[in-house]
């Protein structure tokens, strides 16, 4: 039996298709519930497992996904960066984005995807938001910042990008301005001055840090006393818990605000596609994420 924190049993046989989670750690993460879920609403003979991954085993790791024939599986930190080293072939929006998420096994080969940059996407505009034309701001400069700000260059917004080690900043910009020559982008340190400075002359801010993140959610990106641009669309990648400090600051201003749970969705969704061919029950998804959130806490794709 495969027993789910949102109570899916799912009966286990030789006929199971087997995708998992491939972290370290994995213990905490929401995905399970979800795809189980989703594949128990179908009516999928699917297991979606957690496979704990320590630093050092990745390449073992994939070689085992294949000889056990799973269809695939998710990556999450710490390894989005380092897999794709050992996979046969790497989608190019994966590449330019340098993370993977998804693998799919097919033929005995693994080949790597990133669905976080379309889960932000359809999480965006289902909270109402078009970034088409845009100015947009993130926070951040690591693998969830660069699948946002590839997102939104794919949608012609122009894109500041803030981070405390503007280093890195400035790397991310770097590597994908040349794949968008058309769009103007801005890396620059991020402290109050730039914060006040880019928010007032954007339509979002996207917070693509972790901080806020439970168990540590008086944290916020957003200085205390700074008072908040109402006329701001703010997204909060975060999604434990689902109101962070970041998005009260921002409705007490006057913004509207987006949680970070439909990136989860949507990723996982576009994920499930790639598994199975099929469309994805979306709403069963929100719901085990929902109920697993109401039971435990969890900070992990």
């Known amino acids: ?9 799912i009966m286990i ?20 519930a979800m795809h189980n879920a989703a594949f128990a609403e179908l009516g999928l003979n699917w297991c979606y497992v957690p496979l704990p991954v320590a630093p050092g085993r990745l390449r073992e790791a994939l070689r085992g996904l294949v000889a056990l024939g799973f269809a695939g599986a998710n990556v999450t930190a710490p390894h989005k960066e380092a897999v794709m080293a050992h996979l046969d072939e790497v989608a190019p929006g994966a590449r330019a984005i340098g993370a993977v998420n998804t693998i799919v096994v097919r033929e005995g080969r693994t080949f790597g995807h990133n669905t976080d940059w ?7 505009r289902e909270g109402g938001f078009s ?7 993130v926070l951040g400069a690591g693998g969830a910042a660069r699948a946002v700000v590839y997102a939104l260059a794919h949608t012609g917004s122009e894109v500041a990008v803030l981070n405390r080690t503007p280093q890195r900043a400035e790397a991310l910009v770097r590597d994908l301005s040349p794949l968008f020559p058309s769009i103007p ?19 979002l801010l ?10 540590e959610v008086d944290r916020s990106p957003w200085p205390e006393g700074l008072a ?17 400090r970041l998005l009260q600051q921002a409705a007490a201003g006057g913004a509207r605000t987006i949680g970070g749970l439909g990136m989860l969705v949507h990723q996982g969704a576009a994920a499930f596609r790639l598994w199975t061919g099929l469309e994805p029950p979306v709403e069963t998804m929100y719901e085990a994420c929902r109920r697993a959130l109401g039971g ?6």
């Open 185 to 203: 982008f801005i890396a620059l340190p991020l402290n109050e001055n730039t914060l006040r400075e880019q928010a007032a002359v954007a339509h």
């Open 131 to 137: 970034p088409q034309g845009k100015r947009a701001v």
């Open 296 to 301: 435990e806490r969890c900070c992990a794709f």
């Open 118 to 124: 379309r889960g932000f996407l359809a999480a965006l």
């Open 228 to 244: 908040f641009p109402g006329h701001l669309t703010v997204f909060d990648l975060v999604y434990n818990p689902p109101q962070t």
């Open 1 to 9: 039996m495969c027993k789910l924190a949102v109570r899916v049993r």
């Open 206 to 215: 996207v917070n693509a840090t972790p901080l806020g993140t439970w168990p």
């Open 13 to 32: 046989d030789g006929g199971t298709r087997l995708v998992g989670l491939i972290g370290w750690p994995v213990e905490h993460s929401l995905s399970p």
